[in-house]
C-alpha cells in the first residue's frame, strides 16, 4: 500500500488520484489499465525482467501480469467495468447523477437515477469520471471517435487488400491459404525464399498497379491536380517499399535475423552479408558484371536494416502502421504539392493524426509517450525514403540493372 493516503494503491502516483476507480483508490492510468484488460479479456504473462515487476511510476517498464495482480489485490472489482454497449447507455450530468438514454437514443428519459455504491458513496463518482476520462486525455466526443474509427477501417481495407494481392503473387501458398482473411501481413505461414540478386528486376508492373490502387483509394487523392496525384503516387511507391519491409521483418520476428523484402524474399543479416566492396571480392563473382550488379543491389538494400531494427524496437500494431503509412505519404508530399495539394495534403495528414492518436489512446496506458514514439518513426523512415531513391537515381544513370523503365520514372522524383 501507499504511504501517502492520496496516492495510487496500484503504482502509488499522485496525480489523478482523487477518486476510486471499480473499488479502489488509483490513478487514472491505472484504472484506463484495469477497464481495457478486463472488458478485451486480455491475459499477460511477467516477463521477469530487473525492476519492471516493481510496480510503480517511476518505472520505465511495468510489468503488466503484475500490475494486474496489483489491481486484484488491493481489490479491483472486474464486475465494475462496464462494456462499451453498456457505457452507451448512459450520459453523464454531473458528479454521481446519470441518466439512461432512451431506446432510440435520440432523447433522454426525464426521470434520473442517481447511482451509489453502498460500501463507498465515492464509488459511482469514480466510476463516472473513469467513463469520461480513462487516461491523461479526455476521451474524444462520439463524432470525433467515429470518424477516427472510420478512417482505420479505411486504411486497414487497403492495406488488407494489399496483402491479398502480394501473397497471390508471391507467396507459395495453397488457396484454402491464400483465400484466408485478417492476416496483416503476406507471408504468414507461408515460406519465404532466398534473396537471390542475379534475378532482382526491382519492382514489377504488378508492383505499381497493386500502389495505384492504394493510392487512389486514400481519402483526398483523387482530389488533386493531375501533377499533384504523380508526384503523391511516386511518394506512395517509395514509402511502401520502405515502411512494408520494415514491418514484413518485424512480424517475421527481428530476433531471426533476416530482412524480409516486399516480395517475400529475405537476407540473412547474420553473419554480415557482403557489399562486394570487400577485398578479393570481385573473386567470388563469375564477371565483372555480376559484381558491379550485387555492389549496386546490396548496399541500398541492407541500408533498410537501419529502418527495420528500430521498427520492430517500436512493435507497431497493425492500425499504427496503416496510418504511420499514410501520414508519411501525406507529411512528405507536402512540401512539393501545388498551393491546392497541401490544402488536402493538411487536411488528411491531420485526420490521420487524430486516428493514430485515437489508436494510441486504445492501446496504451500513456497514450502521450506512445504516439510521440510512433511520430518519431517518421524520422527514420523519411531518411530511407531518401538513399533509395538517391540510389535510384544513381541506378538509371549509370544503366547497371535492367529494371523496369518506370520504375526509374517512378523513383526519380526526389
Known sequence: MPTNPNSCEVCSSSSNSSCNHFGARTCKACAAFFRRTVSMKLDYQCIDQPDACRVHCDSRVICRFCRLKKCHDIGMKPLLVKSKNERKNYIRISKGLIRKRSVLGD???????????DDDPQESDAEMENESTPGPS?????????ENQETVTKFLKLEASMCDRRRLLY?????????????????????????????????????????????????????????DSVFCYRLVCAVDFVINSAYYTYKRGIEHNELVLSDGT?????????????????LLFQSQDDLMKFRTLMPLILHQWETCVPFAQLAPSHEEFCLLKAICVWHVSYYRLSEDGRRIAIAQRNRLIRALHHVCHLDSDDVGERFG?????????????????CSFVMISIFGILKVDSLMLDVTSFW
Do not use: C
Not at 108 to 117: F, G, P, T
Not at 186 to 206: C, I, R, T, V
Open 107 to 117: 432523447n433522454v428519459k426525464e426521470n434520473s437515477e442517481e447511482i451509489q455504491n
Open 171 to 227: 507467396a507459395e501458398t495453397p488457396i484454402s491459404i491464400v483465400l484466408e482473411s485478417g492476416k496483416e501481413w503476406p507471408y504468414e505461414n507461408a515460406p519465404l525464399k532466398m534473396f537471390d540478386y542475379k534475378l532482382s528486376q526491382g519492382m514489377s508492373k504488378h508492383d505499381f498497379v497493386m500502389i495505384m490502387d492504394y493510392a487512389r483509394g486514400m481519402p483526398g487523392f483523387d482530389e488533386m491536380n493531375y501533377a
Open 373 to 389: 514514439n510512433v511520430m518519431m518513426a517518421l524520422n527514420y523512415i523519411m531518411e530511407q525514403i531518401r538513399h533509395v531513391n
Open 138 to 146: 479526455s476521451e474524444p466526443s462520439e463524432n470525433v471517435s467515429a
Open 266 to 282: 529475405f537476407i540473412p543479416m547474420v553473419p554480415t552479408p557482403l557489399t562486394g566492396y570487400e577485398e578479393n571480392a570481385n
